[in-house]
């Protein structure tokens, strides 16, 4: 069983910055491609970036494309969500997912594991 849980969220003015974090635990971390998605009040979650298992692969929405960077330290279990230049359109609760098997990048549905989220909030 993987543990993933989430931090780093918080309250910030728009174009201002944050780093969420994701720590696994319960499987080789270098094992699981990892994504976050984020999910705002009566939407559906939507795909925001994930990253493959070595960390050679990144892929991102469109609307977060050149203000979000994802990255992962395998040697410390733990995936990272660098976020820049925020829009009070970025504010949602952030969920980290991580997938032991086949997946597609931006379907939620192919990950296995989820963590708890982390709201961000950004403000005008």
């Known amino acids: 069983q993987v543990q993933l849980v989430e931090s780093g969220g918080g309250v910030v003015q728009a174009g201002g910055s944050l780093r969420l974090s994701c720590a696994a635990s319960g499987r080789t971390f270098s094992s699981l491609a990892m994504g976050w998605f984020r999910q705002a009040p009566g939407k559906e979650r939507e795909f925001v970036s994930s990253i493959n298992r070595s960390g050679d692969y990144t892929y991102y929405a469109d609307s977060v494309k050149g203000r979000f960077t994802i990255s992962r330290d395998n040697a410390k279990n733990t995936g990272f969500l660098q976020m820049n230049s925020l829009k009070p359109e970025d504010t949602a609760a952030y969920y980290c997912?991580?997938?032991?098997?086949?997946?597609?990048?931006?379907?939620?549905?192919?990950?296995?594991?989820w963590g708890q989220g982390t709201q961000v909030t950004v403000s005008s």
């Open positions: 997912a991580a997938a032991i098997g086949s997946y597609y990048p931006a379907e939620p549905h192919t990950y296995d594991y």
